[in-house]
């Protein structure tokens, strides 16, 4: 991808955050390009919503590669899956609200949340008397919630990380 259509689709992103029906003239003006270029990458605001749903799929895959969760303990592992995908919710929450599909990513994304928790159970930190998937469904509740919701939405990733993985591993703990 070129350096100007990412350009483009953070830009999109933040001009949405501030103005949801944000049109393509304030998008191309948040992105310091002219028109001309804004619809020489996409042909319409459709196109440019659609993209940017799967750049930011493609971006929260990006950073949870980078969050190195397969070489952590669980614990660990949970605060950096939720510091990344706060990270990424954060710039592209806007995208849920213009979403068309699910993209592949999203449910790889959904895979590793699925992929900790199972490990998670195996190193007998997570509780087993629900399934995997279920686990990774709350966690990801948890996140959605932490950036949609008042007051959570208004905490930094950093408190808003602790306060989920806190809540999750003690009320997924397994029952002693």
């Given amino acids: 991808m ?22 393509m003239a304030d998008i191309a003006a948040a992105a310091g390009v002219g028109r001309a270029t804004l619809y020489r990458h996409f042909a319409n605001r459709e196109e440019l919503l659609l993209e940017l749903g799967r750049f930011a799929a493609e971006e929260s895959v990006r950073v949870l590669d980078a969050a190195n969760i397969d070489a952590v303990p669980v614990a660990e592992g949970l605060a950096r899956m939720t510091r990344a995908l706060l990270t990424v919710g954060r710039e592209f929450w806007v995208v849920s609200t213009h979403r068309a599909r699910l993209w592949p990513e999203e449910e790889e994304v959904g895979e590793r949340l699925r992929a900790l928790a199972g490990r998670g159970q195996a190193d007998g930190v997570l509780r087993t008397d629900l399934p995997d998937d279920q686990l990774a469904a709350l966690h990801g509740s948890l996140v959605l919630g932490a950036l949609s919701v ?20 003690e009320g997924a703990a397994t029952p002693r």
Wanted: charged content about 25%.
């Fill in 150 to 169: 008042a007051p959570l939405a208004q905490l930094g990733v950093e408190d808003a990380t602790d306060a989920i993985v806190r809540l999750f591993l």
């Fill in 2 to 23: 070129s350096r100007t259509r990412e350009a483009i689709l953070r830009a999109a992103a933040a001009a949405l955050r501030t103005h949801e029906r944000a049109g």
